[in-house]
């Protein structure tokens, strides 16, 4: 059988963390680094799979189980477990993975990877799913085969990512509304600032985030903290742990930014969503408690040397901040960041301008 090469992409968030499994939303983009699996499949019981960052094979079985395959491949086995699960027939063969997406630093290079193979492994067989049921089967691979209990939003990203466009996500509805995102047109750069300090999902402390939502939720004899949305803060009285209270206050606030941000981008108001960002930044500090002071000291420093705005993005302690950037300061504010960093003894930066990039897709 031939080849098919099929690639997907890692992602940022622009604001709205920790909003998904909430069912409230987000403003993530694609991001032009992309996996790439070339896939060769054949009749056979086993996916041999290698990686250009790993050594050695790993062989996984089409009928694998959660518990068999376990590191970086335990996130190729989760996709050929989940797509069997949701009744697909999954093809053995041999993948060769290639990426340039960074592993660990918070751009969701575990989703790019989960849909660069769902592509392989659904364009072997001709099957077209709709890719709101892609994002769920990956989600499902991360959450039930790798245990890392995650939301759908970086799935949703890589599989509906375009070229200058953010996308809305809500996940109540679960619906994707491309937005114009382009703040190249207005002399603005994204800046990707990734501290270097590694982060990981599977962790306690992202699951205690979300255990904090849900007992909110439930004290307030809500099924999500969406639904509380309309009502506001002053509902969340009723929520019995202070610090409950504030995770949710954190989500509350979180996805009346992203709404204002949406908003923003109709204008192009740059200064406002700045302005936004630095909310959101603030919120995820001290209600969510996710920053660290390492991701701090960057975010402050981008604001102090002249950015209109910066937060970290992703799921958070560690990982990568993001700032609004004036074009004529964009270098300065970089080197003000790699001298904080420096004088305070952490890991040098790799600060990068970025831009919305391609989603998912079959390469010819
Ligand atoms: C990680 C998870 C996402 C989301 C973000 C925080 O990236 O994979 O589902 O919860 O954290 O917004």
Redesign the pocket.
């Known amino acids: 059988m031939s080849g098919i090469r099929y690639a997907a992409p890692g992602r940022i968030?622009l604001i709205?963390?920790?909003?998904?499994?909430n069912l409230g939303f987000?403003l993530p983009i694609a991001l032009p680094e992309r996996t790439v699996v070339s896939y060769v499949p054949d009749d056979v019981p086993e996916v041999a799979v290698r990686s250009d960052k790993e050594d050695g094979e790993v062989r996984i079985p089409v009928d694998t189980a959660p518990g068999d395959v376990a590191g970086w491949a335990g996130y190729v086995a989760g996709v050929v477990w989940a797509l069997r699960s949701a009744g697909h027939r999954i093809l053995g063969g041999t993948m060769s993975i290639a990426s340039d997406v960074e592993m660990g630093s918070?751009v969701?290079s575990?989703?790019a990877l989960e849909c660069a193979v769902l592509g392989a492994l659904t364009s072997a067989i001709g099957l077209r799913i709709d890719r709101t049921e892609l994002a769920r089967i990956a989600?499902r691979a991360?959450n039930d085969y790798v245990g890392?209990p995650?939301?759908?939003?970086?799935q949703l990203a890589a599989l509906c990512g375009q070229p200058r466009m953010a996308l809305m996500i809500d996940f109540r509805e679960l619906t994707v509304r491309p937005v114009a995102f382009d703040p190249d047109a207005s002399d603005i750069a994204l800046l990707l600032i990734n501290s270097r300090a590694p982060h990981q999902?599977a962790g306690g402390e992202?699951a205690s985030r979300r255990s904090s939502c849900e007992r909110a939720a439930a004290d307030l004899g809500v099924p999500s903290l969406r639904e509380v949305q309309d009502a506001g803060v002053t509902a969340l009285a009723a929520v019995a742990d202070p610090v409950d209270a504030r995770r949710a206050r954190h989500i509350l606030t979180d996805n009346q930014r992203v709404l204002d941000v949406v908003a923003a981008l109709e204008e192009s108001d740059f200064t406002a969503i700045g302005r936004l960002f630095n909310a959101s930044q603030a919120s995820m500090r001290d209600d969510f408690e996710i920053t660290t002071d390492h991701i701090d000291l960057i975010a402050d420093t981008a604001v102090g040397a002249g950015a209109l705005g910066a937060r970290m993005t992703?799921?958070?302690f560690g990982g990568c901040v993001i700032a609004l950037a004036p074009l004529d300061t964009a270098a300065h504010i970089a080197d003000a960041i790699r001298d904080a960093v420096a004088a305070a003894g952490y890991n040098a930066p790799t600060i990068t301008r970025t831009r919305a990039g391609q989603g998912a897709e079959l390469l010819r």
């Open positions: 968030n709205g963390e920790h909003t998904d499994y987000a918070g969701a575990s989703a989600q991360e890392a995650t939301g759908m939003m970086d999902h992202y992703g799921g958070g």
